[in-house]
């Protein structure tokens, strides 16, 4: 099986900063894409940024010059650097990768989610 583990999140001012880590790690042969979604409350699980492979990277709107995406493929890790943060941008955070196993399976695989809330 493949495991993600997040961690980074918690509670932070409007307009400050969070960065959020994710690590694969199981039977794992190859990672196609690893990126990020969230779920606000109330609300469905939306994408949020994803780094599929070397230096492509992809936003939703909403994000896009506040957030940064990156991956250390040599550690099966994502960040997601967030800036200028929101309330909006209140929610669970979810850590996603695409993965080939050793099995000879691919499928996507979730993390158990990091919360990130944004008041003062």
């Known amino acids: 099986q493949v495991q993600l583990v997040e961690s980074g999140g918690g509670l932070v001012n409007p307009g400050g900063s969070l960065t959020l880590s994710c690590v694969a790690s199981?039977?794992?042969?190859?990672?196609?894409?690893m990126g990020w979604y969230r779920q606000p409350p109330g609300k469905q699980r939306e994408f949020v940024a994803a780094?599929?492979?070397?230096?492509?990277?992809a936003y939703a709107d909403s994000v896009k010059g506040r957030f940064t995406v990156s991956r250390d493929s040599a550690k099966n890790t994502v960040y997601l650097q967030m800036n200028g943060l929101k309330p909006e941008d209140t929610a669970v955070y979810y850590c996603n990768a695409n993965v080939l196993t050793t099995r000879g399976e691919r499928g996507n695989y979730w993390g158990q989610g990091t919360q990130v809330t944004v008041s003062s």
């Open positions: 199981g039977n794992i042969f190859v990672i196609y894409a």
């Open positions: 780094a599929p492979s070397g230096d492509t990277t």
